[in-house]
C-alpha cells in the first residue's frame, strides 16, 4: 500500500495522527496490508458484500478450515497479531518476570486504559481493567450497598452468574430479587421497557439490565429503562457481555451507573480480558470486591488489586482494539448485520424451520436463534456437529428453546452455505 492510500484511508478513519497503530498491527504483514489496501480504495457499503475482502480477514485469524464455528457468541477467537502479541509478551515476562512484567508492561496499563476510553466514548478514570465481565460485574454487584428488604430488579434472562451473584446477596443479606421474565423475540420496545419500570416500588433500589442477550440476541432498550431508574433514584447495572465492539455506542449514552463487558467475545481480545465502567460519582460508593487500601477512593484503580495475573493478556488487549479500529466498528456491525440476514432470509424460507430472534437491526445484530419443527434443540445443533461439521450450540433456558447461529467478522458467506444446506437436508430428511 502506497502511503498516499493509506493517508487516505486514515483520513476516512479520522485517524490520522495515530498512525503508529497501524504500522505496529502491519509491520510486515501482508495480510493486514491487504485489508488495510482494500479499506482504502472502497466504500463501507461495497465492503459489506466483498467476500474477498471478509476472506482476507479470515486469513487474518487462524481459524478452523474443516469446523465451521457458529458460536461465536460464547468467545471469540483472537487474530493472529492479537495471538503474537500475548506469546511475544508472555516471553517477554518469562526472561525476568518481576522486572518485565512490573516494571515494563506494568507500564501499559495506562496508555491501554487510554486507548479503551476512546474506544468505549468515556474518560479513562471511569474504567478498570478486568479479566471478564463476570469479575467486572461481581464487583458491581457485590460493591454496592444495600439494606436488608432493599429490591433489585432483574431478569429470568440475565446471565448465570450474574443471576447467582444477586442471588448470594438475597441469601446472605436478605434482599429482596424482584424477578421479571421476558418473553422474547420482541420487536415491541414499550413492552421491554414496561417489563422493567412496572417492576419499580418504592423499595427499588437496582435494576440489573443484560443490553444484549446472550441466549437469543435480542436488545433490550437499555438507555430508556436507566433513564427512568434514575428518575426514580434506582441505580442501573448494565451487562454489556454481548454488545461491546459488536454494535456501536459509548457507554455513558446507555445511561447506566455501572457497566461491565468481557472483551474476548466481540473484540476479539485474549481470553481473559474484559472492563468495568462506573459513572465518576458512583467510584467512591462502589466497594471493591478485592479490597483497596482505601476502599471509598474515587479512583478507579481502586478495583484493579488483583494481584498477579497475566500482563501479557492484557496488554495484547491493544492490538485487539487496533484490528478493531482497522475493520472500523461500522463496517463491522454491518457486515455481522449482512450475515445474520443473509442465513435467517433463507432459513426462513425453509417449511417448519423458524426464526426466534427478531431481524429488525434496532432488536438484534449477529446473534439469532431458529428451530426446525418436530425435532429436539439439542438434536438439532448435535447432528449440524456431527454429519456437517458446523458448531452451533442448543439453549434451552427458562422461556427459551432454539439452536443459537453467531458468525464472526472471519465467517464467509461460504461458511453460511455450508450450515444452510446442512439445514435443508435435515428438514428434508423429516418430511
Ligand atoms: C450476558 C452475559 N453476561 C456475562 C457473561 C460472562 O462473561 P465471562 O464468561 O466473560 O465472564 C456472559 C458470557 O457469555 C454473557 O453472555
Not at 457499503?45 to 457458529?70: C, G, H, R
Amino acid at each position: 500500500m502506497n502511503i498516499a492510500s493509506r493517508r487516505n484511508f486514515l483520513v476516512k478513519l479520522g485517524a490520522v495522527g495515530s498512525l503508529s497503530f497501524l504500522s505496529n498491527l502491519s509491520r510486515g504483514n501482508n495480510q493486514i496490508d491487504s485489508i488495510i489496501s482494500a479499506k482504502a480504495e472502497k466504500s463501507e457499503d461495497e465492503l459489506v458484500t466483498d467476500e474477498t475482502f471478509w476472506y482476507q480477514i479470515k486469513m487474518a485469524f487462524s481459524v478452523s478450515p474443516t469446523l465451521i464455528n457458529l458460536n461465536n457468541g460464547g468467545v471469540s477467537p483472537q487474530p493472529k497479531v492479537v495471538q503474537d502479541a500475548v506469546e511475544r509478551y508472555n516471553k517477554l515476562s518469562n526472561e525476568t518476570p518481576s522486572f518485565y512484567m512490573w516494571r515494563t508492561l506494568d507500564d501499559g496499563r495506562e496508555p491501554l486504559r487510554r486507548k479503551l476510553a476512546e474506544l468505549a466514548g468515556c474518560s479513562p478514570d471511569n474504567l478498570a481493567i478486568m479479566r471478564n465481565s463476570s469479575e467486572a460485574l461481581e464487583n458491581i454487584i457485590f460493591g454496592i450497598t444495600l439494606q436488608r428488604g432493599d429490591e433489585v430488579v432483574l431478569s429470568k434472562q440475565d446471565y448465570p452468574n450474574m443471576i447467582n451473584a444477586w442471588k448470594q446477596r438475597e441469601h446472605r443479606e436478605g434482599i429482596v430479587l424482584k424477578w421479571i421474565s421476558l418473553d422474547l423475540p420482541t420487536t415491541d420496545e414499550d413492552y421491554l421497557y414496561r417489563s422493567y419500570t412496572q417492576a419499580f416500588t418504592n423499595k427499588t433500589k437496582v435494576v440489573h439490565i443484560t443490553h444484549l442477550i446472550n441466549w437469543c440476541g435480542q436488545i433490550v432498550p437499555t438507555q430508556k429503562i436507566a433513564i427512568e431508574a434514575r428518575s426514580k433514584g434506582i441505580l442501573s447495572v448494565i451487562d454489556g457481555a454481548h454488545s461491546f465492539a459488536h454494535i456501536e455506542y459509548n457507554i455513558p449514552d446507555l445511561e447506566g451507573d455501572f457497566y461491565g463487558t468481557s472483551l474476548h467475545k466481540w473484540l476479539c481480545a485474549p481470553f481473559g480480558s474484559g472492563l468495568l465502567y462506573v459513572k465518576k460519582d458512583k467510584i467512591s460508593s462502589l466497594y471493591p470486591l478485592m479490597a483497596a487500601g482505601d476502599p471509598v477512593s474515587s479512583d478507579i484503580r481502586k478495583f484493579e488489586n488483583l494481584g498477579t495475573r497475566s500482563f501479557a493478556i492484557e496488554q495484547a488487549i491493544g492490538q485487539a482494539i487496533d484490528f478493531h479500529y482497522m475493520i472500523g466498528g461500522s463496517l463491522k456491525q454491518k457486515r455481522l448485520e449482512y450475515l445474520k440476514q443473509y442465513w435467517c432470509n433463507k432459513l426462513k424460507k425453509l417449511n417448519g424451520v423458524s426464526i426466534h430472534t427478531p431481524l429488525d437491526p434496532k432488536f438484534s445484530c449477529a446473534i439469532a436463534n431458529f428451530k426446525i419443527a418436530n425435532m429436539e434443540t439439542h438434536a438439532i445443533s448435535s447432528e449440524l456437529l456431527s454429519k456437517y461439521k458446523v458448531h452451533t450450540v442448543s439453549i434451552v433456558w427458562d422461556n427459551i428453546d432454539s439452536v443459537r447461529v453467531t458468525p464472526n467478522v472471519y465467517t464467509t458467506t461460504r461458511d453460511l452455505d455450508v450450515f444452510i444446506q446442512a439445514v435443508e437436508k435435515m428438514v428434508a430428511s423429516k418430511s
